[in-house]
Nanobody, 121 residues
Framework: QVQLVESGGGLVQPGGSLRLSCAASGSFLSINDMGWYRQAPGSQREVVASITSGGNTDYADSVKGRFTASRDSAKNTVYLEMNSLKPEDTAVYYC???????????????WGQGTQVSVSS
């Protein structure tokens, strides 16, 4: 069983900052890519940021220069530092990890429960 637990969402004013965390727990061998997605009401889930096991990152154009993804592989945790937040960043944010549970299971994608980020004055 693999669980991803997110924390750090909340309400912030435009221009403010938030830091999201997502920690994996349970029984598994390794974690490959980690990422953050978001889903606004009435919209499809979209990728926000991704980070490989080697630390290479990629971002959606809408958040480049404002959001930073990082990971602590020893803690099986991924972070999303969000600065200069805008109202259009309002969404439920989900973390995702590619996890190898056993030597024969291969890598499977797991999701966090989601955390609400609201940007409003």
């Amino acid at each position: 069983q693999v669980q991803l637990v997110e924390s750090g969402g909340g309400l912030v004013q435009p221009g403010g900052s938030l830091r999201l965390s997502c920690a994996a727990s349970g029984s598994f061998l390794s974690i490959n890519d980690m990422g953050w997605y978001r889903q606004a009401p009435g919209s499809q889930r979209e990728v926000v940021a991704s980070i490989t096991s080697g630390g290479n990152t990629d971002y959606a154009d809408s958040v480049k220069g404002r959001f930073t993804a990082s990971r602590d592989s020893a803690k099986n945790t991924v972070y999303l530092e969000m600065n200069s937040l805008k109202p259009e960043d309002t969404a439920v944010y989900y973390c995702s990890m590619s996890v190898e549970r056993t030597s024969w299971s291969g890598f499977e994608q797991y999701w966090g429960q989601g955390t609400q980020v609201s940007v409003s004055s």
